[in-house]
């Protein structure tokens, strides 16, 4: 006789945002479609091919020495403790503590082995950039000793886990801004599989020249300087996305788990799924076909169909091809019942790696404050739209089951379900 | 002593700015201390800059070093350096004093006095 499969819930979200740093800022913004877009101008004198972005005004880890990155007073961040990280390094540990602050679990009970810690972020090329021409500099004689461990890939989840003490499983996803949709989707199948009783997932990304400016070569990026309308997912005039950095973490843990510690249950990750494109590095399918795929292998796992769904934060990061593919992904899956649909990339732009995160616990919020957010800034639908819903304010509505669409480079997809504890 | 003249390389041609840069975070008894060391080049001085680097580079938490260090304290065991944590004390030293050391050398420095050793050997300091 084999044991149920644990369930996977929610316990604890944080949020290192353009649309806050506080659980209630956040719900607000998504409540009332504030925009955390603004001017940005990360060097001054120079005409860049972007000019505004997701800000977070509370810290500055802008500069290449982290001697001088500040974060607020009531961050309990030491500088000793992010020295050697990557700059979303403070955003990420900022988050993670609010997230298990939120969730009741003291950092000291994190080392037993029953706890695990999937991260998503592509690094810093910043301080990678930073660091390799000092190198050149130097003759190619004096790297500096954390050239790799405040710039590689996976520089997030080797600083999380050992300031941490996690002794369970730990790993960095990195598949472009489908990533923080795979560690949370993995982390899943960690407490499902039994493998683990709790999973600290962890997206973050620094918002630097060096991260986003090369988007511009593949004109990828919005020219826009109008933060108001710059970002306009699944509109006609969208001309590219508009960037963000930040950091958003999540508490996931077998619902045994939460119930036995008296733990509020905030949402059930029900399913996910993956299905890749296998056809472009760059360029979705232009039907959306993997994204369909996952789609419905999200369903089948979470034992649900489309007509469960009432509400979907789709992926669309407000290019032309992605938001056109998505929507005919949407269409095909959606044939009759119509969930509202959104993407909060109009408020908060695209947070790469982290927006597959971000968006799963927007679709936590949502289910636990009861409201559906409305689509920002739709005002001419692209014609693959025609037929789904688009709610123009956001729904003071309980969704019964939520829908979290991602997609990345090289055709990645993942779709996450979440629904109530009930 | 003899020492190996210091190769010409931009690495050690830093300015007062990138010297500044290098000093951000630290305390100001040991900034002062650089300062005093880059006027009038003293051993004695390394000694009094190194309580205030090694706390830098000790994580949240630990026990801050006594003042002033002994030549008998060890690194590792005394004062809490891990090899990554020397190594970086060691580049930000040779950013701020100018000379430049082998990762290899680094790692077979083992006590406060044979720390001092080794940059006055550098250094070419009496």
Redesign the interface.
């Given at each position: 006789m084999t044991s149920p499969t644990p369930t996977a819930v929610v316990t604890g979200l944080g949020f290192v945002t353009c649309l806050g740093t506080q659980r209630q800022d956040v719900v607000d913004s998504l409540r009332h479609l504030s925009s955390g877009l603004a001017p940005w101008d990360p060097l001054p004198g120079l005409d860049l091919p972007v000019k505004i972005a997701g800000l977070i005004p509370s810290f500055d880890v802008s500069s290449i020495?982290?001697?001088?990155w500040s974060w607020p007073n009531a961050m309990d961040i030491?500088?000793?403790?992010v020295?050697?990280m990557p700059p979303q390094g403070v955003y990420a540990l900022a988050a993670l503590r609010m997230a298990l602050a939120e969730a009741g679990i003291a950092e000291a009970e994190l080392g037993t082995g029953d706890t695990g810690l999937y991260c998503a972020s592509a690094g810093s090329p910043r301080m990678m950039h930073h660091r390799l021409s000092?190198l050149e500099?130097?003759?190619w004689?004096?790297p500096?000793?954390?050239s790799v461990i405040s710039s590689i890939a996976g520089s997030l989840n080797f600083h999380l886990a050992s300031l941490l003490r996690i002794r369970g499983s730990s790993c960095g996803f990195v598949s472009a801004c489908a990533s923080g949709s795979h560690a949370l989707g993995f982390a899943v199948d960690e407490i499902r599989l039994g493998r683990q009783q709790r999973m600290l997932v962890v997206a973050a990304e620094e918002l630097s020249p060096e991260t986003v400016l090369p988007f511009a070569g593949m004109g990828a990026l919005s020219p826009s300087s109008d933060p108001a309308t710059a970002s306009c997912p699944f509109d006609r005039q969208r001309d590219g996305f508009v960037p963000t950095g930040g950091s958003v973490a999540l508490v996931l843990e077998s619902a045994a788990s939460a119930q036995q510690r008296g733990a509020r249950i905030q949402a059930v990750v029900s399913g996910w799924g993956q299905a890749c494109d296998g056809l472009h590095a760059a360029s979705p399918d232009p039907e959306g076909a993997g994204l369909l795929r996952a789609m419905r292998l999200a369903l089948r796992d979470a034992g649900l169909t489309p007509e469960d769904m009432d509400h979907v934060n789709a992926h669309a990061t407000s290019t032309p091809a992605g938001d056109k593919a998505e929507a005919r992904a949407l269409h095909s899956l959606f044939q009759g019942h119509q969930p509202a649909i959104c993407s909060t990339k109009a408020l908060t732009g695209h947070g790469l790696s982290m927006a597959g995160l971000m968006e799963a616990a927007f679709c936590v919020l949502s289910l636990d404050h009861d409201f559906i957010p409305g689509q920002a800034n739709l005002r001419q639908p692209d014609e693959a739209c025609a037929g789904l819903f688009f709610p123009p304010a956001s729904l003071d509505q309980k969704p019964r089951a939520v829908m979290n669409n991602s997609s990345g480079f090289g055709g990645a997809n993942v779709v996450h379900i979440l629904t109530h504890s009930s | 002593m003899t020492t190996t003249p210091l190769?010409s390389?931009?690495?050690h041609s830093k300015t007062d700015t990138e010297i500044e840069?290098s000093l951000?975070?630290l305390d100001p008894v040991t900034i002062d201390a650089v300062l005093r060391f880059r006027h009038t080049p003293a051993r004695e001085t390394l000694r009094d800059m190194l309580p205030g680097l090694v706390a830098?580079h000790?994580?949240?938490?630990a026990a801050l070093p006594p003042s002033p260090l002994t030549d008998a304290m060890r690194l590792a065991e005394d004062l809490g350096l891990d090899s990554?944590a020397l190594?970086?004390m060691t580049?930000k030293l040779?950013e701020i004093l100018g000379f430049?050391a082998e990762t290899r050398e680094v790692f077979e420095i083992r006590t406060v006095g044979a720390l001092i050793d080794f940059l006055s050997g550098k250094l070419s300091l009496s």
């Open positions: 020495h982290p001697a001088i030491h500088p000793a403790e020295r050697a000092l500099k130097s003759g004689t004096h500096h000793p954390h | 190769p390389l931009a690495f840069q951000l975070g830098y000790l994580p949240r938490g990554l190594s970086e580049f040779e430049a």
